[in-house]
């Protein structure tokens, strides 16, 4: 059974703050996502991340970067987090080309930034 | 880039009709399309998807199809029952390495009793 967790489900953070959110997964899987939820905005994707090391931009990318020094771990990262930044990160992994392209999600992190 | 637009935004359905979503996406290398199911409070789960070379998929209840001239592909649910409730998402890749799946904004099904 895949695996993909987040290792944070609620955080709260103040205007300014540096925050870490990490995403690890147990499938071995190539490609790993970070979106972002709002209410009728749908899934929008923040960065990917193909192979280590690797990242491209999704649609929404300012104001934050990633991390992948491994190949089971992809990091989101704000480096000033601002109150525009509050909502719901889900982190998602999938087999890379030629395999199925279902996407595995995380339950979601919850940020309040105050 | 990709763009994917979906509708309706919100639908109710009475329990046993039929309920349908409709996706268009605007890059004509997309070729995978899939479908992801979220209920509340819960992630979101692949429930069907589709693949360019192919027009129509069944699986027991839902099907989607496509039309890849339009550039537009369906959900469609028969014989609705209360777990159908939930927010859906369509999707569209082309599949290559580095490409980024965009979903659309969501419909939130609501099966009426």
């Known amino acids: 059974d895949v695996k993909v967790t987040q290792s944070s489900r609620y955080l709260v953070k103040r205007t300014g703050e540096k925050v870490f959110l990490e995403c690890v997964q147990d499938?071995?899987?190539?490609?790993m996502f970070w979106y972002r939820q709002d209410p009728g905005l749908g899934l929008r994707l923040i960065y990917f991340?193909?192979?280590?090391?690797?990242?491209e931009k999704g649609d929404i990318p300012e104001g934050y970067s990633v991390s992948r020094e491994k190949k089971e771990r992809f990091s989101l990262i704000l480096e000033s987090a601002s109150t525009n930044q509050t909502s719901m990160y889900l982190c998602?992994?999938?087999f890379g080309t030629g395999r199925t392209g279902e996407l595995f999600f995380g339950e979601g992190s919850r940020l309040t930034v105050l | 880039g990709e763009n994917v637009e979906q509708h309706p935004s919100t639908l109710s359905v009475q329990e046993g009709d039929s309920a349908v979503i409709k996706c268009t996406y605007s890059?004509?290398?997309?070729?995978?399309f899939p479908w992801y199911k979220q209920e509340l409070g819960k992630r979101p789960q692949l429930i069907i998807d589709?693949?360019?070379?192919?027009g129509e998929k069944k699986d027991q209840r839902i099907a989607v199809t496509l039309n890849k001239t339009a550039k537009h592909f369906s959900l469609h649910i028969t014989e609705t029952q209360p777990e159908d409730s939930a927010v859906y998402f369509c999707?569209?890749?082309?599949?290559?390495?580095?490409?980024?799946?965009?979903f659309g904004k969501g419909t939130r099904l609501h099966i009426l009793p």
């Open positions: 998602a992994s999938s």
């Open positions: 499938m071995d899987h190539e490609n």
């Open positions: 991340s193909y192979d280590v090391k690797m990242k």
């Open positions: 890059d004509s290398a997309s070729n995978y």
């Open positions: 589709i693949r360019s070379n192919v």
């Open positions: 999707a569209a890749s082309r599949r290559n390495r580095d490409d980024k799946i965009i």
